[in-house]
């Protein structure tokens, strides 16, 4: 018993180097990034990671379409890249308005519309005072939501 402990405590000894573990990143580097797709896709974009507050503001407002939340995003809002950064927008709108009416900013649709806004209008018109988001306007695919420039069923008020 007492040899086969000696055997394999003397396989133990010395320091290892580093190419004894290769496979072993180095202590404290960042993990490796993860491709989103295929070469073809081009590119990646680089990613803006900035703190929130993303939103400052909603406000309701009355239209010809009907009630209408206005978002006012901050300038980090409009600039920040970071994966998570849309969710978290997304529940800063939530946490600051107020129903109105019968409707709020969970109603059916408006998450829709708020992520369209997100990934488009801030693309498209970075500049935009306010994304408005309507409850009233019908729940639509991704894809029509798109074709219709974030305001299906009826023109952008």
């Not at 000696?6 to 320091?15: D, E």
């Not at 970071?82 to 009416?101: F, I, L, N, Y």
């Not at 408006?110 to 019908?138: I, Y």
Request: glycine content about 10%.
């Amino acid at each position: 018993m007492a040899l086969s402990a000696v055997l394999v405590l003397g396989g133990c000894g010395g320091s290892p180097r580093g190419s004894d573990y290769p496979s072993l990143p180095p202590v404290g580097a960042s993990p490796a990034p993860v491709e989103n797709g295929p070469a073809e896709n081009g590119p990646s974009q680089p990613v803006t990671y900035l703190p929130a507050p993303y939103i400052s503001r909603t406000v309701w407002v009355e239209t010809t379409v009907g009630p209408s939340l206005q978002v006012y995003p901050t300038d980090a809002g409009r600039r920040v890249t970071a994966p998570d950064a849309q969710a978290k927008a997304w529940q800063e709108v939530v946490a600051m308005t107020s129903r109105h009416g019968r409707y709020g900013a969970t109603s059916p649709g408006m998450r829709a519309q708020f992520d369209c806004h997100w990934n488009w209008a801030r693309a498209v018109q970075p500049d935009k005072p306010s994304w408005n988001l309507e409850p009233g306007r019908p729940v639509v695919t991704e894809d029509q939501m798109v074709a219709a420039r974030c305001n299906p069923g009826a023109a952008e008020e």
